[in-house]
């Protein structure tokens, strides 16, 4: 079974603080996604990557960064957390090629900034 | 772009019931869609997809979709409902490149005894 991980299942920050969110995946994936979902709103994409040291912007990237050193490791970054980050943030891992695969979803981190 | 409509936020449903999940779509091309489940507290998993063949496809814990593309719709059904269906669900349609998705904004599912 692919897995996909996620450091913490809850966390709570201080406004200002950096914050790092790690997701790892066991399945060798070429590609891996952030998403934050609130309510209403569905999941929305922060950043995705489709190889190591490789990133592109997703929907809505301000406010954050990314890093992928290794492919099984793909990490978010709030350089300075503020209150409006407050919401669930998902990791998802698929493999590439011709056509469109299915995304394998962590199980969420849940992220209050106070 | 690509864009995903579900027009219901909440549905109630008694168990043993019948169920159907409304989802349309935008999108040029030939869609790649997804159906995805979310239990509480948990991340989604895959329902069923559909990418090309037969409109109907079926999926796991007994669900079905139906591609209708005269109507851009990909609708959810499952014949009887179980208090474990209870979870929020979306419908995703792909785009072209680097894999990635579009989510609708979820319908999340009560089930009522």
């Known amino acids: 079974d692919v897995k996909v991980t996620q450091s913490s299942r809850y966390l709570v920050k201080r406004t200002g603080e950096k914050v790092f969110l790690e997701c790892v995946q066991d399945m060798d994936h070429e590609n891996m996604f952030w998403y934050r979902q609130d309510p209403g709103l569905g999941l929305r994409l922060i950043y995705f990557s489709y190889d190591v040291k490789m990133k592109e912007k997703g929907d809505i990237p301000e406010g954050y960064s990314v890093s992928r050193e290794k492919k099984e490791r793909f990490s978010l970054i709030l350089e300075s957390a503020s209150t409006n980050q407050t919401s669930m943030y998902l990791c998802?891992?698929?493999?590439?090629?011709?056509?469109?695969?299915?995304?394998?979803f962590g199980p969420g981190t849940r992220l209050t900034v106070t | 772009a690509q864009s995903v409509t579900q027009p219901d936020i909440h549905i109630t449903v008694s168990e043993g019931a019948s169920l159907e999940l409304r989802c349309n779509y935008s999108?040029?091309?030939?869609?790649?869609l997804f159906w995805y489940v979310q239990s509480p507290g948990q991340g989604l998993q895959l329902l069923l997809k559909?990418?090309?063949?037969?409109?109907l496809v079926q999926g796991i814990k007994g669900f079905e979709a139906e591609f209708k593309r005269s109507q851009s719709s990909f609708n959810l059904r499952k014949p009887s409902v179980h208090w474990s269906d209870a979870a929020e669900y979306f419908c995703?349609?792909?785009?072209?490149?680097?894999?990635?998705?579009?989510f609708g904004t979820g319908t999340k599912l009560q089930v009522i005894p």
């Open positions: 998802a891992s698929s493999e590439t090629g011709t056509g469109f695969y299915e995304q394998y």
């Open positions: 995703a349609v792909a785009s072209g490149g680097y894999q990635k998705v579009t």
């Open positions: 559909y990418f090309s063949g037969d409109t």
């Open positions: 999108y040029g091309a030939t869609p790649y």
